[in-house]
């Protein structure tokens, strides 16, 4: 399920969202999307929801935050500084990180 999140404290966050309990308490786990990403999750607690809208995944896409002034800043925190290493696999997996298809 994908919603817009609006949080006391003027946050708005669009992702997707599930139902999760943590430490044996009930939390609403987003993960925000943010220019072509999808963010790691974060847990907010139901006291801070001020509005809850649920949307298509269309809807989030054009919706989703462009620029990092966009989210608070414990989000945009999470946004990778280099997109490029971002996304590439952990050296300890045996790949090279060269592009030239070998192993480690």
């Not at 399920?1 to 599930?18: D, K, N």
């Not at 987003?30 to 809807?59: H, N, Q, V």
Request: charged residues 15%.
């Amino acid at each position: 399920m994908y919603a817009v999140v609006e949080q006391l404290g003027h946050a708005t966050l669009i992702g997707r969202v599930e139902q999760v309990e943590r430490f044996g308490v009930q939390f609403l786990q987003i993960e925000p999307l943010f220019k072509d990403w999808m963010l790691p999750p974060i847990l907010l607690g139901g006291a801070s929801l001020y509005r809850f809208t649920p949307c298509t995944p269309a809807t989030a896409w054009n919706m989703r935050a462009k620029y990092c002034h966009e989210l608070p800043p414990s989000v945009c925190a999470l946004v990778p500084q280099d997109p490029e290493l971002a996304f590439q696999p952990p050296a300890f997996l045996g790949f090279d990180s060269d592009d030239d298809g070998a192993t480690l």
